[in-house]
């Protein structure tokens, strides 16, 4: 997992990596709380009892 830098590649640093994953785990953390909401407005809502 390296990158290019300038005329070189370069493999990041731990700091860098632990950087990445916690962005992931935010974008994830959003994306299932938008997945929810969706859901909960796509279910019928409850028929009200007269």
Known sequence: MS???GTG???PSITELET???RL???VEHLV???EELRR???PSPEPVS
């Open 33 to 35: 709380a938008t997945v």
């Open 20 to 22: 990445r994953i916690r």
């Open 25 to 27: 785990e935010d974008q």
């Open 3 to 5: 990158r290019q830098i």
């Open 9 to 11: 590649w370069q493999s």
């Open 41 to 43: 407005a796509a279910e």
